[in-house]
């Protein structure tokens, strides 16, 4: 058994002059807080990577910088679904006895820490570097090609991905830390600026400068009772060339893990945290998942059905589309909303129920899968 | 094999398709390598792909990601179908559509060799 005790979230956009480490602390120092535990109660420390501070070890630099002196330590790395990965590892680590209290942290100064074309290249490289980054690809056309092969196969249209963006933008609107609080309609996210076809502007997350953390304990250190009941991976391929499908990834393997493990139906689940770099990866993920017949997540966001009072509601805080991307940081958003809502701090966000949980992240293009089931007893 | 030599392949510069094909389970993949990714049997063998094939997938990249190819933008990026069996990136030309029958040819972008589709009757 495993407790998530405390969480800590920076806001997500611009932090000039502050470094990946000024982020990761801060988030870090907010989650210990949360959790009722001092620096000398952290035993593990997990730490994602930062593009803005590639070092070797940063872990062990968080350690040296934070001030802590674990007793087990280190980095990972699967892109997008790093937090939950994390946040997996540090649940079985608690549940084998390995430590008491994981620290989990993530922060990156992405948009203010370096150029535009520098955070688009760098990403560009989960591309194969033999025989695709030399194409001029990008992340948005990865996920593209993605999109053109599943629209194609599903029916979906432009306007369908725009209710995506839009829903994540109403959500953003009541968060005090989301890097946008301007409302967006579908025509506009049709008429923003194209990137690679289908997508547009809007149809993708920004790049943020930010912060993330949480600990996870084996025993409970204070009110919190939101637990980690099951978790789940699935790895299919790295390059989208080499993809097995452009239309069934891994999400639904990694989310039947993580249902099995918890022992619950998708139809129990009651709040959904689901990654959304861009509109067609959240469409894929839900579609895939069964949170939304195929083709049908643009309606039932269209509908309400995602909002805050509907029948599921799902990113409340804006997600990476509309809270921002800062990289590792960016799901564990996902992780931290879902705590508010589940230990009924989420302000004005605050949904009636959201005693069970699913979280879902990917990383590469569609590559990586990571799905978690939180529940409260 | 000592077809190796004979293979020609762009990202080495050559103007050729080259895939890999399995002589034990018959697997065929892309991504050059000394075993086959299926079932492990090494050495594979080395093949020279016809070029043509069909389009899987289709962008149109607006957002080029340096100075270096902002001048060729937009560029349509693709997925090609191999007769032989495999999957490819490439470039091709921006009227094209998924389920086009294709041919490759090549081209230089920002100094180095790519290979790009074109439509051909059916």
């Known amino acids: 058994m495993s407790y998530l005790s405390g969480v800590g979230l920076t806001s997500f956009g611009k932090h000039p002059g502050r470094t990946t480490l000024d982020l990761m602390s801060a988030a870090a120092e907010t989650a210990l807080a949360d959790a009722h535990l001092e620096r000398r109660d952290v035993d593990g420390l997990l730490c994602g990577y930062s593009t803005t501070f590639p070092h070797l070890m940063l872990s062990t630099v968080f350690v040296e910088h934070f001030g802590l002196q674990p007793t087990y330590a280190h980095s990972v790395q699967v892109g997008g679904a790093t937090g939950f990965a994390m946040a997996m590892l540090a649940h079985h680590l608690v549940y084998s006895g390995a430590a008491r209290n994981v620290l989990v942290v993530a922060g990156e100064n992405r948009l203010t820490g370096q150029t535009r074309d520098a955070a688009v290249q760098t990403l560009a490289q989960v591309g194969h570097p033999a025989y695709e980054v030399p194409l001029g690809a990008t992340i948005p056309a990865y996920y593209a090609l993605v999109a053109s092969r599943y629209m194609h196969e599903h029916g979906t249209s432009e306007a369908d991905l725009a209710e995506l963006a839009v829903l994540m933008r109403r959500h953003a609107i009541t968060h005090p830390g989301a890097q946008f609080h301007e409302p967006i309609t579908v025509d506009q996210v049709l008429a923003s600026k194209p990137i690679a076809s289908p997508l547009k502007l809007l149809d993708c997350c920004p790049v943020s400068d930010g912060g993330a953390a949480f600990v996870v304990s084996r025993e409970p250190t204070n009110d919190f009772r939101v637990r980690i009941l099951g978790t789940g991976q699935a790895h299919t391929h790295q390059h989208v060339s080499a993809a097995p499908s452009l239309t069934e990834f891994g999400a639904k393997a990694s989310v039947e893990r993580a249902r099995e493990a918890a022992g619950i139906a998708l139809s129990d689940v009651r709040y959904a945290a689901i990654y959304d770099s861009f509109t067609i990866t959240l469409t894929i993920l839900l579609e895939e998942i069964g949170l939304a017949p195929r083709g049908e997540a643009g309606r039932r966001a269209r509908d309400g059905y995602f909002n805050r009072d509907g029948r599921l509601p799902l990113n409340t805080h804006g997600g990476l589309l509309s809270y921002g991307h800062c990289g590792c940081g960016g799901a564990m958003a996902h992780l931290v909303e879902t705590h508010h809502q589940m230990t009924g701090r989420a302000a004005a966000r605050q949904v009636k129920d959201a005693s069970l949980a699913l979280l879902h992240g990917d990383g590469g293009v569609l590559s990586s899968h990571v799905s978690l089931v939180l529940g409260t007893p | ?122």
């Open chain 2, 1 to 122: 094999m000592s077809e190796t030599t004979s293979v020609l392949d762009w990202t080495a510069g050559a103007e050729g398709i080259a895939y890999q094909s399995c002589p034990a389970c018959s697997n065929v993949w892309y991504f050059r390598r000394s075993f086959c990714p299926l079932c492990g049997s090494a050495p594979p063998d080395d093949r020279q792909a016809s070029g043509l094939g069909g389009v899987h997938a289709v962008t149109l990249v607006a957002r080029a990601p340096s100075d270096e190819l902002r001048s060729y933008a937009p560029y349509l990026i693709v997925l090609i179908d191999a007769d032989e069996g495999f999957r490819l990136m490439a470039h091709g030309n921006p009227s094209l559509k998924i389920g086009d029958r294709v041919r490759a040819g090549f081209t230089m972008l920002a100094g180095k060799l790519i290979p790009s589709f074109e439509k051909v009757e059916a």
